[in-house]
């Protein structure tokens, strides 16, 4: 019922468009411009306001240097930090010792590696909106399943 009412409205929008004079179109485009240019003035002013405090904020942070990662699982090789032992002395967060064995990743295709790795105006493209590609199709396939 609700798409209905917004076609309609939708509709009814269109014809007092369609009536309406070059006078009364651009003072309909003038205010909506001033609107837009509000909200964006004050949203940008907000923002401002929020990054002044934000920067007043002072944060002493210690540097800890954790060392080179010289511990290494007796499975799967994976190298750890001295401290990352569990209670039995064991690594185990990674292969939960030899129980979780990975098969080897399989080639890239061609065209994935074309994408990633060349300069041409695809591949600078794909890599400036790859965020939004992954989104759109882990959306897609959670709809599939």
């Not at 240097?65 to 032992?85: K, S, V």
């Amino acid at each position: 019922m609700n798409s209905l009412r917004t076609f309609e409205y939708n509709l009814r929008r269109r014809e007092q468009r369609a009536k309406e004079s070059l006078d009364e179109r651009f003072q309909r485009r003038s205010a909506r411009i001033a609107a837009d240019r509000l909200r964006r003035v004050r949203a940008r002013s907000e923002q401002q306001i929020a990054n002044r405090v934000n920067s007043q904020v002072e944060t002493n942070v210690s540097e800890y240097d954790c060392g080179m990662m010289t511990e290494i699982c007796n499975f799967c090789q994976a190298l750890y930090w001295r401290n990352e032992l569990n209670s039995s002395n064991k690594y185990t967060k990674c292969c939960h010792d030899g129980k979780v064995r990975l098969p080897n990743l399989a080639e890239t295709p061609d065209l994935s590696k074309e994408l990633f790795t060349n300069n041409s105006l695809e591949a600078r493209n794909y890599q400036q909106h790859i965020r939004e590609y992954n989104a759109a199709l882990a959306f897609v396939s959670m709809r599939l399943k």
